[in-house]
């Protein structure tokens, strides 16, 4: 589950890295979750022709939101390295899931991941190849960033985000 398909998203590195993964890696999957946009979406759909990967990279498009739970929990790991979020709300959504993430060391996601997350330079495919191949290998990694992804998702809830909000606009008034 990656968003739209937009240059800050970053899937063209991320469909790079992938192709960078070791040969063991060949009944792996990438699947790419969000609305197409005409202006990008080609771009990468002929990378990952470029690049042999048509069988392994799914386009999802739209992913109704009742089915992100299950998408997510099917998932090895949950890459998302964005070059500028707001927020990233779908680093949380992995967490809460119990998914492994592996995300950008910029903008709000360090904030947003915490120390449950594998912080990347989303500009350097190598590096991104190298979280997305130790998360598949390393088992005792994969556990730790499942657990803590789940008490860092249950410490980021909308009732204490309100809670806290109101806080602030109380000392204010």
Request: charged content about 15%; some cysteine; glycine content about 10%.
């Amino acid at each position: 589950y990656l968003g739209r398909h937009d240059p800050y998203k970053n899937l063209a590195r991320l469909i790079q890295a992938f192709a960078q993964l070791p040969a063991g890696a060949a009944d792996l999957e990438l699947r790419i979750g969000g609305g197409g946009d005409r202006r990008f979406t080609p771009a990468l759909q002929t990378q990952v022709q470029d690049l042999g990967l048509e069988s392994r990279v799914r386009f999802l498009g739209y992913v109704p939101e009742g089915d992100v739970p299950r998408l997510l929990t099917q998932a090895i790991a949950l890459g998302f390295p964005s070059l500028w979020e707001g927020f990233g709300l779908p680093v949380l959504e992995a967490m809460a899931c119990g998914t492994p993430v592996i995300t950008s060391n910029l903008a709000a996601l360090p904030e947003v991941a915490g120390d449950a997350a594998l912080l990347i330079d989303p500009y350097q495919v190598g590096e991104l190849a190298a979280a997305m191949t130790a998360v598949w290998q390393d088992s005792l990694l994969w556990q730790q960033l499942h657990r803590a992804g789940l008490e860092r998702a249950q410490r980021c809830s909308w009732a204490k985000t309100g809670a806290a909000t109101a806080a602030v606009l109380r000392a204010y008034l």
